[in-house]
Every structure is written in C-alpha cells, then in structure tokens.
Nanobody, 126 residues
Framework: QVQLVESGGGLVQPGGSLRLSCAAS????????IGWFRQAPGKEREGVSC????????YYVESVKGRFTISRDNAKNTVYLQMNSLKPEDTAVYYC???????????????????WGQGTQVTVSS
C-alpha cells in the first residue's frame, strides 16, 4: 500500500525550530519529486517547498526562504523539512506529496502530485 506519513509537527514558540519528516512506504522515492505544502485555517493550501528526485534542485516560496530547508535521504525513503526562525504565520497543517518525476525542476503546483500524506499540525505561538 502506497503511503506517505508526516511527523515532527507540534507547538513551538516564535523563533523556534521544528524538523518535519515524510516517510514513504509501498514505493521508493528515488524517482519522485517531493513537495511540502501547508494549509492554515480559513486559507487555501499553498506550496512551501519542493525537491527534485536527485536532490540537486530545491525551490522555496518567498515567505520561507532562508528559514526552511528541504532535504531527502533516499536510502531511508524519507524527505525532511527543517524549519527555523518560525513565525506565528507559519502555523498550519503541513503535508508532503510525491510526484513521479526525474525532471531537474520541481513544482509546488499541488495538482501535479500523485500521493499525499495525512498532514501534521505545526503551531507557532507564545
């Protein structure tokens, strides 16, 4: 059974850090680009970051540049999102998604992704 499972969310104070993990089972991530998305209450889901299948190209939405880092360990079939200097506006449910692609460029267009995780809550509050 194909599955993506996110973990690592929680409550953190502004300025704090969290590392989200996205573990795949039932398939290998080697040929998949991975995206991280988030949805805040009352807002549409937005793409945050993506990484291509070979981890040589990453993309970040402007609001997280310099604070978030996406990485992957294909041997562990896992992708990570390191989030530093967190702000209250980063509060959202974070989702990872997989898209079968070996292209150099990745995309945060959610409609192009094949598999989705169930999400993990990130709350940034004092």
């Amino acid at each position: 059974q194909v599955q993506l499972v996110e973990s690592g969310g929680g409550l953190v104070q502004p300025g704090g850090s969290l590392r989200l993990s996205c573990a795949a089972s039932g398939f290998t991530l080697d040929y998949y680009a991975i995206g991280w998305f988030r949805q805040a209450p009352g807002k549409e889901r937005e793409g945050v970051s993506c990484i291509n299948s070979r981890a040589i190209r990453q993309y970040y939405v402007e609001s997280v540049k310099g604070r978030f880092t996406i990485s992957r360990d294909n041997a562990k079939n896992t992708v990570y999102l390191q989030m530093n200097s967190l702000k209250p506006e980063d509060t959202a449910v974070y989702y990872c998604a997989a898209k079968r692609s070996t292209d150099y460029y990745c995309s945060v267009s959610e409609f192009s992704y094949d598999y989705w995780g169930q999400g993990t809550q990130v709350t940034v509050s004092s």
